[in-house]
C-alpha cells in the first residue's frame, strides 16, 4: 500500500481529508489499523487556535505547511511489529495507547486520525476482550489520570476536592476512590454533569453555578480545607473552561500542608491571591 486516507491539518480551523503516504515501521514502532479515534479536549482546542498544551509547537509546526496532526486517543490493531520486540505485542492485536519517551502522539509524529499510523510500542498496551473499541479509545486520558493520582499520594481515607467534572474530572474522581479516599467532593456548573459524577462514585457534589465553593467547602471540612485537590477545569472560555478562576479556588480549598494539581495549560497567564494561605 503506498498511500491512505488521513486528515490534513492546513491552518487552525482548517482539516481535509486527503490521500497521504502509508507510514514505515522502524525498530520499536508498529504500524497499528485504526479502529476509533477521538479528538481529546486539547486537541479540540488546538485546532481552534486556542492556546494549550503544546500550542506553540503545533504553530511551528504548522508554519511549515500542511501536517498530519493529533490523534493520541484511540483504539487500533496492529498489522505489522518485530515477531520478537519485546512488549509481546504482535500482529492482531487489538491496542489503546498510553504515553511514549519519544513524544506526543499526534504532535510530534502523525497520530491515528488516517488509516493506519506509525505508533512506538512503549505507547501501546493490549486491550482484552469485553472492552468496547470506543471505551479502549478514551483510556488514554485515564492512564494520566491514575498516574495523577499515584504521584498525589492519595489513599485510604483521604478527601480529594475535584473542580471540574470533564473527562480528565471524573477520570480523576474514579481513580481517586479505586485509590482508597473516604470522600471526593466534585465540583461543576452543569447538574447533569454533576448527576453523572454522583453516579460514578463522587460522594458530595457542589454546583458551583448556585452555590459559593470556597464557602462550602470550608463549611463541609468545619475551615479546614481538602489536602488534596485537583484543578481540572481551566483553559480558555471560548471553550467551555473557567479561565483561571477555578485555580484561585484550589488555593482557597487547600488545606495547610495539603496538594494542589492543575492539569489544565492556561490560555493567558493567571494571577492568584495567595493570601488566602495566610489568612
Known sequence: MQSMKGWVTYKFNEMRLEEVPYPQCKPGWA????????????????????????????????????????????CAEIVQVDSENGFGLSVGDRVGATHTELGTIGRDFPGCFSEYA???????????EGISDWEVGALQPLTSCVHNIQMLGITLGDTVLVLGQGVMGLNSAQAAKAAGADTVIGV?????????????????????????????????????????????????????????????????CVAKGGKILSIPHFHQPVTLDFNVLRA
Do not use: C, W
Not at 505508533?119 to 482484552?128: E, G, H, M, Q
Open 31 to 74: 504500524i497499528v489499523k485504526t479502529k476509533v479515534v477521538q479528538p481529546s479536549v486539547t486537541e479540540v482546542q488546538l485546532f481552534y487556535g486556542e492556546r494549550s498544551n503544546s500550542y506553540d509547537k503545533v504553530k511551528k509546526s504548522l508554519s511549515k505547511g500542511p501536517q498530519q496532526l493529533f490523534g493520541h486517543e484511540f
Open 118 to 128: 506509525a505508533v512506538p510500542l512503549d505507547a501501546l498496551a493490549k486491550i482484552p
Open 188 to 252: 461543576d456548573r452543569r447538574q447533569d454533569i454533576l448527576d453523572l459524577a454522583a453516579k460514578l462514585g463522587t460522594d458530595i457534589t457542589i454546583d458551583a453555578s448556585a452555590q459559593d465553593v470556597v464557602k462550602a467547602v470550608m463549611d463541609l471540612t468545619h475551615g479546614e480545607g481538602v489536602p488534596f485537590v485537583i484543578e481540572a477545569a481551566s483553559g480558555s472560555p471560548n471553550m467551555g473552561l473557567s479561565g483561571g478562576s477555578t485555580v484561585s479556588d484550589a488555593v482557597a
